[in-house]
């Protein structure tokens, strides 16, 4: 009796769907922000220097997990049924310690550094991350700026607005975001190469 009332159920179920005409929605797609550098060993400190990464900010057109487009200049929009898998700003920070870690500048490299005194922070604010669509194709546009703060001192060390565009191999979200990944990417190697010599310089005066 239970078996029957239920297939009558889905059957009327199945019924509803056809009489209406209206196709299931696809699925959500879900991506994220992981960069493109191959695993490597971390490198032996360069210094004694312990930075905090402070959680990034990011400007109101892209503080939510929400994929956006740009077809005409001044206009935002943002895909239907594909988004980030997190607010981009907070797949940064992990990235940031990753590639900062990996990079051999610091003896340690803190997201949450509760109880942790350290020497240096790095604010971020990420200002666009945006697939720009044209007639010839689309590209994927990454404006970062970074502050590397000197905390014993209260000064700023480096200030700077790294900005790359990347080219997409096609006109749809996927190829925008694989291209995202590697835009980022050249944002973290010329993030690393941009510190360098400050933070040498900062070791050795201390």
Not at 47 to 69: C, G, H, Q, W
């Amino acid at each position: 009796m239970i078996r029957s009332i239920c297939w009558l159920l889905a059957i009327a179920a199945l019924s509803g769907c056809a009489l209406s005409g209206r196709p299931a929605a696809p699925p959500m797609s879900t991506f994220v922000l992981e960069g493109t550098a191959q695993p490597t060993a971390v490198a032996s400190p360069a210094t004694n220097l312990v930075l905090k990464v402070s959680m990034p900010t990011a400007a109101p057109a892209y503080s939510s997990s929400r994929m956006a487009y740009v077809e005409q200049p001044y206009r935002i929009d943002y895909f239907a049924r594909n988004e980030w898998a997190d607010a981009p700003a907070r797949m940064l920070r992990t990235l940031l310690t990753q590639q900062l870690t990996n990079s051999g500048l610091f003896a340690f490299v803190v997201a949450d550094a509760a109880g942790v005194d350290e020497n240096v922070r790095l604010d971020s604010e990420l200002i666009e991350l945006v697939q720009a669509f044209s007639d010839s194709g689309s590209e994927m546009k990454v404006t970062i700026r970074f502050d590397l703060v000197d905390v014993a001192h209260r000064s700023i060390l480096v200030s700077r607005t790294i900005a790359v565009t990347e080219p997409a191999s096609a006109r749809e979200p996927y190829a925008g975001v694989v291209a995202a990944n590697r835009a980022v990417q050249r944002v973290l190697d010329q993030l690393v190469t941009l510190l360098h010599d400050p933070v040498m310089a900062l070791a050795q005066r201390d």
